[in-house]
Structures are given as structure tokens and as C-alpha cells.
Nanobody, 115 residues
Framework: QVQLVESGGGLVQSGGSLRLSCAAS????????MNWYRQAPGKEREFVAS????????NYADSVKGRFTISRDNAKNTMYLQMNSLKPEDTAVYYC????????WGQGTQVTVSS
């Protein structure tokens, strides 16, 4: 079955960095674009970044453009989100999403940025 497992979250000070990972299994990872989303307390889940099957095409929310970098390693069935210059407003649970006809989501990883 399809599984998406996020890791790499934690507590970091404002201005710091974190690298999130999303390990995928149960489908042919290299054939699908992938996405990162996040949900802050009391807010709707929002798009963060997406990446094409080869990794050449990427797209970012305006709020993270220039600070976050999405990437993937198709040999390892893993997607990454490098987050630099973190701000308190980046505090959220971060999810990876795979759209395989049906939508699949990971369990999320908590990122907390202290001021």
C-alpha cells in the first residue's frame, strides 16, 4: 500500500534551518510529481512547494520562495524540503502529498520556529 513518511521536523530558532524528508513506498515514485503542504494551528492546510517527476520543475508558495528548496532522489524514493531563514510564521505541521488519482498524505512532521 502507499505510504508517505515525513521526518526531520523539530524546534529551531528564528533564522535557522531544517531539512525535511518524505520517504515514499507502494507506488512508482519516479512517475509522480510530489508536493509539500503545511498546516499551522487554527489555519487551513496550505501549499508550500511542488516538484516534477524529474525534479527539474519546481513551484513555491510566495511565502517561502527564496528560503525553501524542494528536491527529490528518485533512486531513494525520497523527497526533501530544505528550509532556510526560518521564521516563527513557518511553524506548522508539514505534510507530503502524492496525487495518484487518489490523494495520499503522510502523517506530518512538526516544525516549530521560536522567535
Amino acid at each position: 500500500q502507499v505510504q508517505l513518511v515525513e521526518s526531520g521536523g523539530g524546534l529551531v530558532q528564528s533564522g535557522g534551518s531544517l531539512r525535511l524528508s518524505c520517504a515514499a513506498s507502494g507506488f512508482t515514485f519516479r512517475n509522480y510529481a510530489m508536493n509539500w503542504y503545511r498546516q499551522a494551528p487554527g489555519k487551513e492546510r496550505e501549499f508550500v512547494a511542488s516538484i516534477s517527476t524529474t525534479g527539474v520543475g519546481t513551484n513555491y508558495a510566495d511565502s517561502v520562495k527564496g528560503r525553501f528548496t524542494i528536491s527529490r532522489d528518485n533512486a531513494k524514493n525520497t523527497m526533501y524540503l530544505q528550509m532556510n531563514s526560518l521564521k516563527p510564521e513557518d511553524t506548522a505541521v508539514y505534510y507530503c502529498r502524492a496525487r495518484l488519482g487518489l490523494d495520499y498524505w503522510g502523517q506530518g512532521t512538526q516544525v516549530t520556529v521560536s522567535s
